[in-house]
């Protein structure tokens, strides 16, 4: 699906839903009603453009590296389209009156071959490339050394095939 301006993804999976509560787990319906809850905030606002750029970053950059979609262009769903924008579409002032991220760090929980390893390249990587931010600290954890090679794998491979990443940086 192509990121089209304007679009919040996050309201229209957030809909979803909420009209087929009885098909999610509590949690999810509890991240949906989270997120209802502080678009009504008044110290914090959703930017969906914002939030778009990382999606479009995502699927411009992001290739499958194993089985049937390997070296095509990530195409994101939509409960992963929920999950990046609540990562990168709200903001807030801080003391400073900097207009700076509300969320610095998430934790998502995934089951079992859902991409969780894609998922996770495609944050680090537009926290390294996509955010602008100089000297940005990016991590990556893994279990053991064959899962942290699985992640870094569709990183390195990202930076490789894309010529602008390519450029300024080193694999």
């Known amino acids: 699906m192509m990121i089209t301006p304007g679009v919040n993804y996050a309201d229209q999976y957030a809909s979803h839903v909420m009209r087929h509560k009885k098909k999610y ?6 991240a949906v009603e ?3 809850k502080w678009k009504k905030r008044k110290d914090i606002w959703f930017e969906v453009d914002r939030a778009n750029e990382m999606l479009d970053f995502v ?12 070296g095509q262009l990530m195409e994101l769903e939509l ?28 934790y ?36 053991d050394y064959e899962q942290a090679q699985n992640a870094a794998e569709p990183i390195a491979q990202a930076i490789e095939n894309s010529e602008p990443l390519a450029r300024h940086t080193q694999v």
């Open 108 to 143: 998502v929980q995934v089951p079992k071959k859902n991409g969780k390893t894609i998922i996770a390249a495609g944050a680090l990587l537009y926290a390294m490339y996509g955010e602008l931010e100089l000297g940005a600290d990016c991590y990556c954890a893994a279990s």
């Open 59 to 70: 699927q411009s950059f992001i290739r499958h590296v194993k089985g049937p979609l390997a």
């Open 25 to 30: 787990p509590k949690s999810i319906i509890l």
């Open 34 to 36: 989270r997120y209802k």
């Open 79 to 106: 409960w992963e389209m929920f999950v990046f924008a609540n990562m990168y579409g709200w903001y807030r002032k801080n003391e400073k009156g900097k207009i700076v991220r509300v969320v610095r760090e998430a």
